[in-house]
């Protein structure tokens, strides 16, 4: 019977035992596994604060307290945390120093940062030399801190070591001896039982190394497969140097090393030594101070750390910023303190055209002489070619912020106020420029707008009535005042003197007003109109008196085309045999609209309509002053459609158009009247057909068709000028803008 319970206390204790060992086992995978992701130590508390105290199955299981404790990473994945944030702060260091040193803009700046990942910390710095001694102090504290908490680190981790492997060692000689049984005396008697329990406990046990060698330096290799049978059946406790087994060295851990390689001495100087690093890396985490370093050391010497595309990208940045900023501050720097500030707000403009023009007349047209010089006739039936040239330049100067003075220059001559062409072909003689343009603009308000001087066409208007190359030249007041919406109405009044004689008190003058609305829509639906009224002040001729035969040649205009009906004012006497005047007076009245449907933006569909008579003209007067009869035209209209951009400034852009136009003889003065349809005038009706083609930005082409036929051909006087006068004219023009 005591042998049965013998027995099975031997067999409880044997499975007991396997248990045990099976546990042991399992630690021993797991400790495996850790060296192959071994945890780097990592000392985070401070020299003055004792680290906690750890149980030694809590620091060796770590998942029984992974809610308390989160898993430590591994020194691969911290040593790249650390390298990543050296670099990100090298290269935040960088990119604040290139912008202080302005080689980099903030948009630059802010780019490389989204590139590149990089954090910027916001550094406040008012006092650099204070920074710098702030600096010195602070590495020099950072020194003294960092070796106080090594040598209180290394003492406190080889303490809290010793202590737990002691709490450990005891406590597991306690739980063996309570495990051995008291009576195994008593069962001796069964010697053959003893020793299978015997050998089954040497053989699980074999796969054990005692702390002692452990501790002693002896590697597994100085052990024979003897010696470890003879030592494990002598040492009963088995279980507690397979527990200690635990207390190897973590450094031994980290290296991958054997255990037959580490000595106490090796183990207590690479601690150290890891135990010094981590807190230099704790340390260096604390102070980051000591990671900034002045302007001229960083500029010197860019951080390896930087990756090499950053690197590169800097390098070009600086070198191409350098390229463009340098001259321009140079000169910037040279021309501050010579130029006025005004000077540097100067704006410049202008454009140039190149011109083919064909002539072609019918060859039954009649004789006209030129009306200004009335012993000269006009070609009216030989075809001609020309080539010609138009330049304008011009500048405007802001004033202040309400007022502008505009200056131009172009070519042209000084008796064409409706042409600023000049015609090649003078034997290379050079041509004449005249100022074109030269008038003051100021808007006080948004809504008022003034202009004094030689002026553009202030009106709404076709060239119908004005040619677009005509300037104006007096005072003219503008008024745009906002209705609702897109709506909007204006107003337009000005005076403009025509002809100042120092013999007579009757000046020529114009003077006039424009009102009108207009709904302005870049896509959908505008439209425009305008109602104005010309009235011309002393235009009419007026007959000289044989008594004074010159006095009133002040009467005559200064220059005109042809169309209008005209009388000689000359009498015996006079020194000319022939000077013409207007035999009408002239207040016109015309009404400009367009309809722009621009649903297709940016191609646009603009209708066209004007029209204009003459209240002033009184048949009876016109009669009476040329002893001829007159038909008496004083209506004049134009209506077209053009389909495609309302301004052509880039390649690919075009434009065609269509217009007829209708002009009576006296429905307007012809001497302001478009300087190419008839060659200029009235009595004249026709086509216009045309297209524009961008071939670049700012360039464009220019191809006009204009075929008209005289309505009346009443140059009719006591010679007999006049009769029927067709022309058309072929343009080909080459514009640029700039």
Request: charged content about 25%; some cysteine; proline content about 5%.
């Amino acid at each position: 019977m005591k042998r049965c319970e013998a027995i099975i206390r031997f067999a409880r204790l044997r499975e007991v035992r396997i248990y045990v060992r099976l546990s042991l086992c399992l630690f021993l995978i797991l400790l495996f596994l850790g060296c192959a992701a071994p945890q780097p130590l990592i000392i985070k508390n401070h020299p003055e604060e004792p680290p906690p105290r750890k149980s030694f199955f809590s620091s060796i299981w770590p998942l029984q307290h992974k809610q308390e404790e989160p898993p430590q990473k591994s020194t691969a994945a911290l040593h790249q945390e650390d390298q990543k944030k050296a670099a990100n702060s090298d290269m935040a260091d960088m990119l604040n120093l290139l912008k202080s040193k302005n080689v980099i803009s903030a948009d630059e700046a802010n780019r490389l940062v989204k590139k590149y990942g990089i954090t910027l910390p916001t550094v406040k710095n008012d006092n650099p030399a204070a920074s710098k001694s702030d600096n010195g102090r602070a590495e020099k504290a950072a020194a003294n801190k960092t070796d106080e908490s090594r040598e209180s680190n290394q003492e406190q981790f080889t303490n809290s070591t010793k202590e737990e492997s002691s709490e450990e060692l005891k406590k597991s000689d306690k739980e063996q001896k309570e495990e051995t049984p008291a009576n195994i005396d008593e069962e001796k008697k069964d010697e053959e039982m003893k020793k299978d329990v015997s050998g089954s406990v040497v053989n699980d046990e074999q796969k054990d190394v005692s702390l002692e060698d452990i501790k002693s330096g002896k590697g597994q290799s100085e052990k024979t497969p003897a010696n470890t049978d003879e030592e494990m059946k002598k040492d009963v406790s088995a279980l507690a140097v397979n527990d200690e087994q635990k207390d190897v060295s973590l450094e031994d851990t980290k290296s991958g090393k054997g255990q037959n390689e580490k000595t106490p001495a090796n183990i207590d100087e690479e601690m150290k030594k890891d135990v010094s690093a981590s807190a230099g890396n704790e340390e260096q985490k604390d102070v980051p101070q000591e990671a900034v370093t002045n302007d001229k050391k960083q500029s010197e010497n860019i951080p390896v750390s930087i990756s090499e595309d950053l690197k590169k990208e800097i390098e070009e940045q600086v070198k191409i910023q350098i390229q463009k900023e340098v001259p321009k501050e140079i000169k910037e720097l040279d021309l501050a303190s010579a130029v006025p500030e005004w000077i540097k707000n100067i704006r410049f403009g202008g454009d140039m055209r190149l011109r083919y023009e064909g002539d072609r007349f019918d060859q039954n047209n009649g004789y006209y002489f030129i009306p200004s010089t009335p012993t000269q006739l006009m070609n009216t039936t030989t075809d001609h070619d020309y080539f010609r040239y138009r330049v304008r330049i011009g500048v405007e100067v802001p004033v202040n912020d309400q007022m502008e003075a505009i200056i131009r220059l172009g070519t042209g001559n000084n008796t064409v106020p409706v042409s600023t062409t000049l015609t090649m072909g003078n034997y290379m003689e050079r041509d004449t420029a005249y100022l074109d343009l030269a008038y003051i603009r100021w808007h006080p308000w948004n809504f008022l707008t003034f202009e004094g001087g030689r002026m553009p066409n202030p009106w709404f208007y076709s060239d119908l009535v004005w040619s677009p190359s005509l300037n104006f030249e007096g005072f003219a007041l503008k008024l745009n005042e906002p209705i609702m919406g897109p709506l909007s109405s204006f107003l337009t009044i000005g005076a403009f003197p025509l002809q100042q004689d120092s013999l007579s008190s009757n000046s020529k003058y114009l003077t006039a007003g424009q009102l009108g609305l207009e709904r302005k829509q870049e896509k959908g639906i505008s439209w425009k109109i305008g109602a104005a009224y010309y009235n011309y002040s002393n235009i009419t001729g007026e007959m000289n008196n044989p008594s004074n035969p010159d006095l009133m040649d002040w009467s005559a205009p200064l220059y005109m085309q042809k169309g209008n009906t005209i009388f000689n004012i000359e009498t015996t006497g006079s020194a000319n045999a022939y000077l013409f005047a207007l035999a009408s007076q002239f207040r016109e009245f015309n009404v400009t609209a367009n309809f722009d449907i621009g649903f297709w933006n940016p191609v646009h569909i603009i209708f066209l309509g004007d029209y204009v008579r003459n209240l002033g003209f009184n048949l009876s007067d016109v009669e009476q002053r040329t002893g001829l009869p007159n038909a008496g035209d004083i209506d004049g209209y134009q209506v077209g459609v053009a389909v495609g951009y309302p301004e052509i400034k880039e390649l690919g852009q075009w434009k065609t158009y269509l217009y007829y136009k209708y002009l009576g003889a006296d429905a307007v003065v012809d001497a302001y009247t478009d300087y190419d349809f008839h060659l200029g005038g009235t009595d004249a009706k026709g086509w216009i057909v045309g297209a524009d083609l961008g071939l670049s930005k700012n360039l464009w082409l220019t191809a006009r068709w204009l075929t008209s036929n005289e309505i009346h051909g009443n140059q009719l006087n006591q010679s007999g000028f006049g009769g029927p006068l067709a022309i058309d004219v072929i343009q080909v023009d080459l514009n640029a803008r700039f």
